[in-house]
């Protein structure tokens, strides 16, 4: 039954760029302080190369897109995998939401930016809520023995493991909103 309260959050690289920050903020503050053991974080660069076990977390569980520009490289790398994702951010809808909080540095948020991070965090935490129990009431629905996911190659073997250079759970097996509006919302 834990595998069915396990919600993605994917957020984009951000490299240079202060929304981006934002975005691996966000998902930080999410992960580890807000929904801590429900949302879990992986790594888009794995999704790039298309490691097998990033490949089916993500394939498996309902996913949280969070991108830093309009290019939307997360959104658009589930969406590669044959797959949408639940809903999907960019990063800017926080600050609009909260403009008297700027995110400005890239290697390091100031403090405006980590303060937005912590209040996006804590507003999405109603969609990671929502996105667990459909999960939840899916699985239950499931007739035993169903794969976990209907894509082809994927399988029902769990798996777990440790990002050895950035550190994010890579792991498990487990489909697709919050008082901020999400894209499909609009
Ligand atoms: S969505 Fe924009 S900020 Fe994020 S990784 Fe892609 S190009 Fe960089």
Redesign the pocket.
Known sequence: MDKAKKVVVLP??????A??AL?RETAYELAERVRPGVATLTC?PLLVINDPAARKLVTDHPVIAI????????RKSVEALGKKPAVSYQAIRFYTAHKDLKPEGVAQLNEAGQKLARIAADELAATVDRLAAEEAVAQVSKPAGSPTSSRPGVGATSTSEVCGDCGLEISDTADSKSALPAKEEL
């Open positions: 984009c690289s951000g490299i240079g760029k929304y981006g975005a888009l991108d830093g520009c309009p290019k939307e490289c997360a």
